[in-house]
């Protein structure tokens, strides 16, 4: 069974640095995007950065030049994907999941209850359970 995990999240003030880390094991596909999504209070879940099996990466428009997403896959059972987050802000606060999936997908996907869905259409499907950030002074 797929198992995608993250920690790192906590409460920071504006200004301060987080770093995400999700652990994925049992993954069955040999290509993989990864990446992360957040799911701020009252609001859909939006991506915030994606990294491609080819390892280029993407960014949310407001994290761009703040966030950075790195993949460690060094052990072959396991991948670590980390967030690197610089300056956060209030409007950073959000549960943050990683996500993984055989079929490309950008921060800008399609995202409902139920899934967020890839560049052809299809779900993502494999995400974590969420860890929490919150950003107040």
């Known amino acids: 069974q797929v198992d995608l995990a993250e920690s790192g999240g906590g409460s920071v003030q504006p200004g301060d640095s987080l770093k995400l880390s999700c652990t994925i094991s049992n993954y069955p596909h040999t290509k993989a995007s990864m990446g992360w999504f957040r799911q701020p209070p009252g609001k859909e879940r939006e991506g915030v950065a994606v990294?491609?099996?080819?390892?280029?990466?993407?960014?949310?428009n407001s994290v761009q030049g703040r966030f950075t997403i790195q993949k460690d896959s060094r052990d072959s059972r396991i991948t670590t994907l980390h967030l690197q987050m610089n300056n956060v802000q209030p409007d950073d606060s959000a549960v943050y999941y990683c996500?993984?999936?055989?079929?490309?997908?950008?921060?800008?996907?399609?995202?409902?209850?139920?899934?967020?869905?890839?560049?052809?259409?299809?779900?993502?499907?494999?995400w974590g359970q969420g860890t929490l950030v919150s950003v107040s002074s």
């Open positions: 990294i491609l099996d080819d390892g280029r990466s993407f960014y949310r």
């Open positions: 996500a993984a999936s055989p079929n490309d997908f950008g921060p800008f996907s399609y995202c409902t209850k139920a899934d967020c869905y890839g560049t052809d259409g299809r779900p993502i499907g494999y």
